[in-house]
């Protein structure tokens, strides 16, 4: 093996590696905020650093830079954009004023989205990928973060933030070590041809965000999130029926 053989292996990739370093920092970026009161722009980090983790796992398909460094770097880049910084945010914004039981519940958040990563790691390669067990870190971290965004955007009262702050947040966390199945929409062919008007439907969906992006991106977000225990139901109910009619 030459010495050029000899680096290539020993350096790594650099474009998948920017876009997760681009979701490290928007992650770190919003704990800054959220420190400093700004929470608007904490919650809208961390919805940049979701679509920063969704393109850096796709460009290292695309161009063929997978890398086993890059899958550590985008676990731990993970555990700050989706872990950390929502529970910190929303421990700021409304729980802060709960004492030791707001710094739990934000705890146990935070310990909740390292299981699932670590979870997800063990499962690579052998989980189907038509499926997420539990829900995705960045999907719970949608819910605080859009939570805040449309709190804080429309000067909610503030007993109403962590009326709803603590159970949106250990729902979340309960749901991300779940063994609740959501879709994962990877079988979603990006290279393939679409018919136009798939385009035209996500026009549509841009447009529908432009009107109110914090609205939007919760409600949206919120029932992804109530899907995986609605959708588990409806299996349940379906296996008992054909269990019933084969006796």
């Given at each position: 093996?030459?010495?050029?053989?000899?680096?290539?292996?020993?350096?790594?990739?650099?474009?998948?590696n920017?876009?997760?370093?681009?979701?490290?920092?928007?992650?770190?970026?919003?704990?800054?905020?959220?420190?400093?009161?700004?929470?608007?722009t904490?919650a809208?980090?961390?919805?940049?650093?979701?679509?920063?983790?969704g393109?850096?796992?796709?460009?290292?398909?695309?161009?063929n830079?997978?890398?086993?460094?890059?899958?550590?770097?985008?676990?731990?880049?993970?555990?700050?954009?989706?872990?950390?910084?929502?529970?910190?945010?929303?421990?700021e914004?409304?729980?802060?004023?709960?004492?030791?039981?707001?710094?739990?519940?934000?705890?146990?958040?935070?310990?909740?989205?390292?299981l699932?990563?670590?979870?997800?790691?063990?499962?690579?390669?052998?989980?189907?990928?038509?499926?997420?067990?539990?829900?995705?870190?960045?999907?719970?971290?949608?819910?605080?973060?859009?939570?805040?965004?449309?709190g804080?955007?429309?000067?909610?009262?503030p007993?109403?933030?962590?009326?709803?702050g603590?159970?949106?947040?250990?729902?979340?966390?309960?749901?991300?070590?779940?063994?609740?199945?959501?879709?994962?929409?990877?079988?979603l062919d990006?290279?393939?041809?679409v018919?136009?008007?798939?385009?035209?439907?996500?026009?549509?969906?841009?447009?529908?965000?432009?009107?109110?992006?914090?609205?939007v991106l919760?409600?949206?977000?919120?029932?992804?999130?109530?899907?995986?225990?609605?959708?588990?139901?409806i299996?349940?109910?379906?296996?008992?029926?054909?269990?019933?009619?084969?006796?």
């Open positions: 093996m030459d010495n050029h053989e000899e680096q290539q292996k020993r350096g790594i990739y650099l474009l998948p920017l876009f997760t370093t681009a979701c490290l920092f928007a992650g770190f970026y919003a704990i800054v905020a959220a420190i400093r009161g700004d929470f608007t904490a809208v980090a961390i919805f940049v650093a979701m679509v920063m983790d393109l850096d796992g796709r460009i290292a398909r695309l161009t830079t997978q890398s086993a460094f890059g899958a550590e770097y985008d676990s731990l880049a993970d555990m700050v954009a989706f872990g950390l910084a929502p529970a910190l945010v929303m421990f914004w409304a729980l802060n004023g709960l004492g030791k039981f707001g710094w739990m519940v934000a705890f146990i958040y935070a310990a909740c989205g390292a699932r990563l670590a979870r997800f790691n063990t499962q690579v390669g052998i989980a189907d990928k038509r499926y997420f067990q539990g829900l995705p870190s960045p999907a719970a971290a949608a819910c605080i973060a859009g939570w805040v965004w449309v804080h955007n429309n000067q909610l009262d007993s109403l933030l962590s009326f709803v603590v159970p949106l947040t250990f729902a979340t966390a309960i749901l991300m070590v779940s063994t609740v199945r959501y879709h994962s929409f990877k079988e990006l290279r393939g041809k018919p136009f008007m798939v385009m035209l439907g996500l026009v549509l969906v841009f447009a529908l965000i432009a009107t109110d992006p914090p609205i919760f409600t949206a977000f919120l029932l992804y999130a109530i899907s995986g225990p609605v959708f588990t139901l299996q349940l109910r379906k296996h008992r029926n054909e269990r019933a009619q084969s006796k």
